[in-house]
């Protein structure tokens, strides 16, 4: 069986395609990036995923089925939520969707879920065999938790509220930007957020992701958190790994 698969990542601003070889976690082929629709609703965003798949499809083993990530809750294929993403998201049935447009299997993912599992496989989490967070700064605040391995879905933790306000309105990095915080303004607010989220879940270890995480060294030291927290390491191309990743798990 081969060990390619093709994941891609759809988020806000871009839809984002490669083949993955799974055998060493990294792609295999060259990334292909789309801008994302400006209504993102289902069919427009499947005809941009549609273009990437066709882009390579000579290289796709027809029987092997996609990984594709939403910023969204995802439960047997349906999309629950849609808090960065157009609100026609809540309650598709994103798998039908897709399947029907590129007329082959898919696996739709959630895409902080599909990160760590990319990070605990092959990147920062790898070595880690206790439980892991996965906190993707962006947008949103997207959240995975990862027990010995094994992934447990919809860690909705960006959602949770801190003193009446969900946590992702005051502490991703969409946030910061949108108000123009200095990180010694910002500091602050994900102490407080990651401070809230270790008391709930005692994690071994702290991956953070995000485009935000390669300027990591500028307030991952300052934080004062009982476990280790480490930036991610396969940073923008966590989300299309996990994708294909979790892909060839589904055909096991
Ligand atoms: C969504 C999550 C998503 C995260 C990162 C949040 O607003 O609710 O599902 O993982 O943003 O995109």
Redesign the pocket.
Known sequence: MTNHFLGIDI??SGIKGALVDLSIGDFASDRLRIPTPEKSTPAKVAQVVARIVNSCADQLDPDSPIGIT????VTHGHTR????IDKSWIDADAETIFAKKLGRRVVIV????AAGIAEARYGAAKDCDGLVLMS?L???????IIYRGVLVP?F?L??LEIAGIPA?HRA?AGAKTKEGLSYAEYIPRLQRYYSYVEELLWPDLIVVG?GISRSSNKFLPKLMLKSPVVPAKLRNRAGIIGAAYLARESTK
């Open positions: 988020g806000g939403l910023p969204a809750v939520s849609a808090a960065n959630n895409d902080a879920d993707t962006g947008t949103g605040i997207g959240s995975a919809n909705e960006g959602h992702e991703s995000g």
